[in-house]
């Protein structure tokens, strides 16, 4: 007969390192993984907008962005629809006339002034740029007042 | 306890009291917190790679490393429960430690030793809560610059020392991350450690 193999405390606290060690080696990978993203790195703050963009329109969505544009009488203004509560993606609402943010339903007015919720500041106006094709360059790490227009 | 000279035996007893493994006596209370505290600090020290201190940075970059780096939200989520069940744990303890009457002396040391580990985790949870930089956070850092604002001569330079300058709408702080992610994590670590020492020196976990 073969000596069996006997289940004593320290045989299976001696496999337990064995699990140890093999979870240890597990938690490499995802390790690297997260040590070495760059998926924070500063990325461009600006934002083209090349579509026409008549006088009166209702605000516009850039493409990839937060960003909305929109032109009055007076010139064009960019707006970011980041909200200023805890900083979630708020929606327009086209009918209403509404900024609304799913989160803890704050709304903003047309223009971006918080109108109820726990926001308490406005939604940010951020500098635009008219380029002579007359395409538009937004800069998002620049903000202005709520009356800026290009 | 002669036969414990070296640090190994200390680490490893030859013998120890019966009382001391009895899991109903302690609900080993006390070794579910240190383990918390290392959790705590591989966590934490993960979340400094991505963190970015300061009263506009701090918040979105928790939003980028909570949903777009690799594990971030993991990371940040153990960190999180960790800290919750510190405060809990660390108050049972407490708790304890008075049912079983293990504050009389000779132990009177370690429970001073232990009240102070209790503040220092209640002020490591409360400086963690203002990092996260939200409009919550700017409320909770401005109350706590207030109160000790109130402090006749010495408050608004305590304020100042403890917390910077937070803005109404976000706690996150140079000042408040470094107490948080060094200097209260290295004194509660030397204090928890005297902790240990103190308990075998007091002639180890029994009923008085
Ligand atoms: C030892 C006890 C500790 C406690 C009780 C504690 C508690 C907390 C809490 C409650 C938060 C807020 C997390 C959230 O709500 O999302 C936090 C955040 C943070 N802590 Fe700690 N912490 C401790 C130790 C540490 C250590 C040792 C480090 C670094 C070495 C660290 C680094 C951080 C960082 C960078 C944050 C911001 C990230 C976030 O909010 O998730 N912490 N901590
Ligand atoms: S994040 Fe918009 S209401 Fe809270």
Redesign the interface.
């Known amino acids: 007969m073969p000596r069996q193999l006997e289940w004593t405390r320290r045989a299976v606290l001696r496999l337990a390192w064995v699990g140890v060690i093999a979870a240890s080696a597990l938690t490499i990978e995802?390790?690297v993984?997260?040590?070495t993203?760059k998926?924070?790195r500063l990325q461009s703050t600006l934002v083209g907008y090349s579509k026409p963009l008549d006088v009166n329109s209702d605000w516009q969505n850039t493409a990839n962005a937060r960003v909305w544009v929109k032109r009055d009488s007076l010139g064009v203004m960019a707006l970011v629809a980041t909200c200023t509560?805890?900083?979630c993606e708020v929606h327009y609402h086209v009918e209403k006339k509404e900024w609304l943010c799913p989160c803890h339903g704050s709304i903003y007015d047309l223009e971006g002034r918080p109108i109820s919720g726990?926001a308490?500041?406005a939604l940010p106006r951020v500098a635009v740029e008219l380029k002579p094709d007359g395409s538009l360059i937004i800069n998002t790490s620049k903000q202005v007042g709520m009356d800026t227009r290009v | 306890m002669k036969d414990q000279k070296n640090f190994v035996h200390h680490i490893r007893p030859i013998f120890v009291p019966s009382k001391a493994l009895s899991v109903l006596y302690t609900f080993c209370l006390g070794g579910v917190s240190f383990l918390a505290f290392v959790v705590l600090g591989v966590t934490g020290l993960?979340l400094m790679?991505?963190y970015q201190p300061g009263n506009s940075t701090g918040?979105?970059?928790l939003?980028?490393?909570a949903s777009?780096?690799?594990?971030?939200g993991m990371?940040r989520n153990l960190h999180y429960w960790a800290g919750q069940l510190m405060v809990v744990t660390v108050n049972l303890h407490m708790l304890r430690v008075v049912w079983t009457h293990s504050y009389k002396p000779p132990k009177q040391l370690n429970w001073l030793v232990g009240v102070a580990l209790l503040m220092l985790i209640l002020f490591l949870d409360f400086t963690g809560y203002l990092l996260i930089g939200?409009?919550e956070s700017g409320a909770a850092a401005t109350v706590a610059v207030n109160i000790l604002g109130l402090i006749p001569g010495l408050g608004i330079g305590l304020a100042q020392v403890l917390f910077g300058e937070p803005s109404a709408?976000s706690g996150s702080t140079l000042v408040v991350y470094v107490w948080h992610c060094f200097a209260l994590p290295m004194i509660a670590l030397f204090l928890q450690l005297y902790h240990f020492w103190r308990i075998r020196r007091d002639g180890g976990v029994r009923p008085l």
């Open positions: 995802p390790l993984q997260y040590l993203s998926e924070d509560h805890l900083g726990p308490l500041k | 993960l790679f991505h918040f979105s970059s939003l980028t490393l777009v780096i690799p594990y971030g990371i939200s409009q709408i």
